[in-house]
């Protein structure tokens, strides 16, 4: 039993029309992929500016150093990326600890009183 349309012609399967080559494989007349963006990471700008907002709102003295370290991980994003991976992950471990410090020290007053009147 053949696979022909009614009007006699062969039967044609899903993709480009009759007669028509299929595409070449990849990399065969394309343009190559686009390079990876070299320029600072997102992380590094969230940690910036969470250390920033943290030093404005909450007093948080560790956020001077965390903000700086986020700074120069920007800074070197692009030429050293393995040192600002390690200054990104500091800034955020320096945001951890402050934010834990301030919570720890408002749980310390509440519980010493200094917040009855």
């Not at 001077?64 to 692009?78: E, F, H, N, R």
């Amino acid at each position: 039993m053949s696979q022909g349309d009614p009007s006699g012609y062969p039967y044609q399967p899903y993709g480009a029309p009759y007669g028509e080559q299929p595409p070449p494989p990849y990399g065969y007349g394309y343009p190559p992929p686009p390079p990876r963006s070299s320029g600072p990471s997102a992380n590094a700008i969230v940690s910036l500016v969470l250390n920033l907002f943290a030093l404005v709102s909450c007093c948080n003295v560790l956020g001077i150093p965390g903000a700086i370290l986020a700074g120069l991980a920007i800074g070197k994003s692009s030429t050293e990326p393995e040192t600002a991976r390690t200054m990104v992950i500091w800034s955020w471990v320096l945001f951890g600890l402050g934010f834990v410090l301030t919570i720890g020290t408002f749980i310390a007053l509440g519980v010493s009183g200094a917040f009855d009147e």
